[in-house]
């Protein structure tokens, strides 16, 4: 059986509210939607998110067909940026590039991605090894430190290059037996579920 990570899906942007604080944009809950109806979320026995108001959303949503509760998975965040506050689109992304090509380094005082990467791989193996391994799991979080816990459990060195595509609501699976990736990232709605 699998486990997943899903990155919550597009967001309303607000330089004046805190990032943590955002929540999803009107395609950010649609996608939601339709990923809720696929057969896997269905199939959900639990689902953990972290405590950012768009993650909490997306699992929430995602929780609702399988009639199971959103668990707050603690130290799960994004990577702590807050130290800069909101950057621009293009500033963001010059910023990320860097987060990720010198994971030892701070970038103007944002939590480095050794830290961030030990902090998610923590969370989550905290929860892995106390969960049967027969039935189906996810957890709810954001695109930088699921990179970080995917590159973890593939074995592979910290890179954008593992990052995923196209702004969110993506997920990827892993084995709960041995913790292995599974497969890489794709959107979470059209993800086909949990084939063995």
């Given at each position: 059986?699998?486990?997943?990570?899903?990155?919550?899906?597009?967001?309303?942007?607000?330089?004046?509210?805190?990032?943590?604080?955002?929540?999803?944009?009107?395609?950010?809950?649609?996608?939601?939607?339709?990923?809720?109806?696929?057969?896997w979320a269905i199939q959900?026995?639990?689902?953990?998110?972290?405590?950012?108001?768009?993650?909490?959303?997306?699992?929430?949503?995602?929780?609702?067909?399988?009639?199971?509760?959103?668990?707050?998975?603690?130290?799960?965040?994004?990577?702590?940026?807050?130290?800069?506050?909101?950057?621009?689109?293009?500033?963001?992304?010059?910023?990320?590039?860097?987060?990720?090509?010198?994971?030892?380094?701070?970038?103007?005082?944002?939590?480095?991605?050794?830290?961030?990467?030990?902090?998610?791989?923590?969370?989550?193996?905290?929860?892995?090894?106390?969960?049967?391994?027969?039935?189906?799991?996810?957890?709810?979080?954001?695109?930088?430190?699921?990179?970080?816990?995917?590159?973890?459990?593939?074995?592979?060195?910290?890179?954008?290059?593992?990052?995923?595509?196209?702004?969110?609501?993506?997920?990827?699976?892993?084995?709960?037996?041995?913790?292995?990736?599974?497969?890489?990232?794709?959107?979470?709605?059209?993800?086909?579920?949990?084939?063995?």
């Open positions: 059986m699998f486990g997943i990570y899903v990155t919550h899906p597009q967001v309303r942007i607000d330089p004046d509210v805190p990032v943590p604080r955002w929540g999803l944009s009107e395609l950010g809950a649609a996608r939601s939607e339709m990923a809720a109806q696929c057969g959900l026995t639990r689902i953990l998110s972290s405590d950012e108001t768009k993650a909490l959303e997306t699992a929430a949503i995602l929780a609702r067909p399988a009639g199971i509760e959103v668990e707050v998975l603690e130290h799960a965040g994004e990577n702590d940026r807050s130290a800069t506050g909101f950057l621009v689109p293009d500033e963001f992304e010059k910023a990320a590039n860097r987060f990720f090509a010198h994971p030892d380094q701070s970038f103007h005082g944002w939590e480095r991605a050794v830290d961030a990467q030990a902090r998610i791989v923590s969370a989550v193996y905290s929860v892995l090894d106390q969960h049967d391994c027969s039935k189906p799991i996810a957890f709810v979080g954001h695109g930088g430190v699921g990179t970080l816990l995917k590159c973890h459990l593939a074995g592979l060195p910290i890179a954008r290059s593992h990052d995923q595509r196209g702004g969110g609501g993506n997920l990827f699976a892993f084995a709960l037996a041995d913790r292995s990736l599974a497969c890489d990232w794709g959107p979470f709605e059209l993800w086909q579920g949990w084939q063995q």
